[in-house]
């Protein structure tokens, strides 16, 4: 009977002080607040048992009411502030009674310990998820109002607005308007204070703000105080003497900065003191918590640069290092399996188990970086002990993110020709990369449908088997799906994957694309506004299209249509890349047997290649004379033929006339061509 006679009595107790909160004497209520307050400090079964008993809204009528003593104010605004220590859902839950714009009316009072009571209420606030930060800027006063108090109150005020501004700067939007309104300078100003509480969430507000903002970038690096430059400020609070907390909110900043392209890479400030501390922050003497932000951070900053990926990776033995990050096990991981586990114990287990696994999401993350464009990187990367078996076993992962991050390290190290013929190879990683694909969501779909593409590319090992197993995953009907796809990212993954997969491969594989994929689709495809879906398909085309038998039996099958594909891109405006793609496939065509006739039997694409042979672009000359090449080819049955309706149609004297050319290429295959017709 005692879970349910144990509510009613603590309900019942409740009353003693809850009841005296609605008196008029001030001093009654005053005091029902002192104990209320003291009542909910430090428990959150407390806190909620509070806001169940309906006692919000008159916390804030007390708060509206202008006969409210300054005393009464403070401490009803102190009590709120502990109510939202609690959970999320008693933040949402004062959220929702409308405490936020009470609250940033309190901030114009006069009375100090009331604006720093609704300050430091505000700060807990606006570091939960749930805030809606919207409202700082829904009245154009709130946030000019929050900046001037950041330059002119004190310390523990400064602290809460930098805390509150940091938390409620989440778009491009935000960004601007707090440049526009000052931010900048002020925050240079508070970077140079003595006092630490204020330093450090003035520096994590001015990341958030450069945060790829390139306007805003630009003028916080060519921001100054005190006669310093602010980039040279992050740098002295990136010192050995200062905490690992500032060096790695500094080296942030500074990162930030670089890839909004505000300060170069090669800067001396990033070579040779962002990146150490980052690398640094990695180190095993570091908390789990900065190895995981240094880490990523570093991914960050390296991402695009050849030259930091290069320095990073020989830098203070970062390889092993990032290693040991997929090996971290958490204190608490041998408590599991002996018996019962309290609460409190199993919160502590799942906040082990996900900071063990945002450890191998930034190690990942790191790796996909180093590894992006250097081959002797990779190398060191992927012999690094167990990698690949960290790497298959979490695309299997429920997190998401995680997952994300292993397949982006291996989409890296994908890259690598020699690694596909080997380790992939060793590791059947297409096994679960296949398993991954399907029911992705469309960030993962993205990044593992670009690894496809480099697994399935000639030189893949799964290429000289025939009929490889992949083919079994449905691998096919996978990537024709892709093609379908409203992205055009995965649009452009589909036709490319199924592009390396068609080069030099068998009969049997070029079928079933094409059978799968549908002419239709191919029609489709060859009118899509990103130009490089086109260039794909004409590209996958191209690889259908190779080596006589399958040219012949192809077109057998498809010809009208491809023939009418072609036309149409012959015929619209497209670009001389483009174009030229479509010539080389009427090239391949004529290289064909039978497939021959398809051109010869059209006037109208005849009168093209005379066209483009003419053309002011050599690269479509010497496409238009190389298909007009394998048209004439003497050696061939039928050449006497076709020579004789192409000299009609004055083909002969056009390759006369291209002698004069001054492009060699042009020259050689000129010179071939008139060989045939002697």
């Not at 919000?56 to 708060?63: A, D, H, K, T």
């Not at 570091?286 to 050849?306: F, H, K, N």
Request: aromatic share 4%; hydrophobic share 40%.
């Amino acid at each position: 009977m005692v879970p349910i006679i144990q509510p009613y009595m603590e309900v019942e107790s409740n009353r003693l002080y809850l009841d005296p909160l609605y008196s008029s004497d001030p001093e009654t209520c005053l005091n029902a607040v002192i104990q209320l307050k003291n009542s909910v400090i430090g428990s959150n079964r407390q806190k909620g048992l509070v806001i169940k008993l309906g006692v919000l809204p008159r916390l804030l009528n007390i708060l509206g009411d202008e006969s409210s003593t300054t005393e009464l104010m403070v401490e009803t605004v102190v009590t709120i502030g502990s109510l939202v220590k609690g959970t999320d859902d008693h933040v949402k839950s004062l959220i929702d009674a409308g405490i936020i714009p009470v609250l940033l009316r309190g901030l114009a009072q006069n009375h100090a310990p009331y604006v720093e009571a609704c300050l430091r209420c505000l700060r807990t606030i606006f570091t939960c998820s749930l805030a809606p930060v919207d409202v700082l800027y829904s009245d154009q006063t709130i946030i000019p109002h929050l900046i001037g108090m950041a330059a002119n109150t004190g310390v523990s005020n400064r602290e809460c607005v930098t805390t509150i501004l940091k938390n409620a700067c989440t778009t491009s939007e935000h960004q601007n308007f707090l440049c526009n309104n000052g931010a900048v300078d002020a925050l240079a100003a508070l970077l140079s204070s003595s006092i630490y509480r204020v330093q450090l969430p003035s520096l994590r507000c001015l990341a958030q703000m450069c945060y790829q903002n390139k306007k805003v970038s630009s003028i916080i690096a060519t921001c100054s105080y005190g006669g310093k430059p602010i980039p040279d400020m992050l740098v002295m609070l990136m010192a050995r003497d200062k905490s690992t907390e500032m060096q790695l909110a500094s080296a942030k900043c500074m990162t930030y900065l670089c890839r909004a392209e505000a300060i170069s890479p090669n800067d001396s400030r990033i070579v040779f003191k962002t990146l150490p501390t980052l690398v640094r922050m990695c180190k095993k003497d570091q908390s789990p918590e900065e190895r995981v932000e240094g880490a990523e951070t570093l991914a960050y900053l390296t991402e695009v640069d050849t030259e930091l990926q290069r320095v990073a990776s020989i830098s203070d033995h970062l390889i092993p290092t990032l290693a040991e990050l997929l090996k971290y096990q958490p204190p608490s991981a041998g408590i599991v399996g002996t018996g019962a586990v309290s609460a409190t114990t199993m919160k502590k287990l799942e906040q082990e188990m996900r900071l063990e696994q945002e450890m191998k999401q930034a190690a990942f993350k790191a790796f996909a970086s180093l590894s992006a464009n250097d081959e002797e990187i990779r190398k060191k990367i992927i012999e690094t002990d167990f990698l690949m078996e960290h790497v298959v076993t979490v695309l299997s992962d429920p997190n998401p993110r995680l997952r994300l991050a292993a397949v982006r390290c291996l989409h890296s190290l994908s890259r690598s020709v020699q690694q596909l013929r080997t380790t992939f190879q060793d590791h059947a990683v297409w096994r679960p990369l296949m398993k991954l694909l399907h029911n992705a969501p469309d960030d993962i779909l993205t990044v593992a449908s670009s690894t496809l593409c480099n697994l399935l590319l000639e030189f893949s090992p799964s290429k000289e088997v025939p009929y490889y197993p992949i083919l079994e995953c449905g691998v096919v009907e996978l990537l024709c799906s892709l093609t379908k796809q409203e992205d055009p990212a995965l649009r452009l993954n589909g036709v490319w994957a199924l592009m390396n997969m068609a080069f030099q491969a068998d009969q049997k594989i070029k079928s079933q694309i094409l059978t799968t994929l549908g002419t239709d689709q191919i029609f489709h495809l060859l009118t899509d506004p990103d130009v490089n879906v086109l260039m794909k398909t004409l590209g996958l085309l191209r690889n259908l299209l190779s080596t006589k038998p399958h040219i012949d039996h192809i077109m057998g099958l498809h010809g009208n249509q491809i023939m009418q594909a072609i036309i149409l891109i012959l015929e619209g405006d497209h670009t001389t890349e483009v174009k030229e793609q479509a010539l080389c496939i009427l090239a391949n065509i004529a290289d064909g047997d039978s497939a021959k006739d398809f051109i010869m039997s059209n006037e109208d694409v005849l009168k093209k290649l005379t066209t483009y042979m003419m053309h002011s672009n050599v690269k479509l000359q010497i496409s238009a004379t190389f298909c007009i090449c394998n048209l004439s080819w003497n050696e061939e049955e039928g050449a006497l033929e076709r020579q004789a309706k192409l000299r009609d149609l004055g083909v002969q004297k056009l390759l006369q006339q291209l002698l004069t050319t001054t492009d060699t290429t042009l020259f050689d295959k000129v010179k071939t061509a008139l060989q045939q017709f002697t």
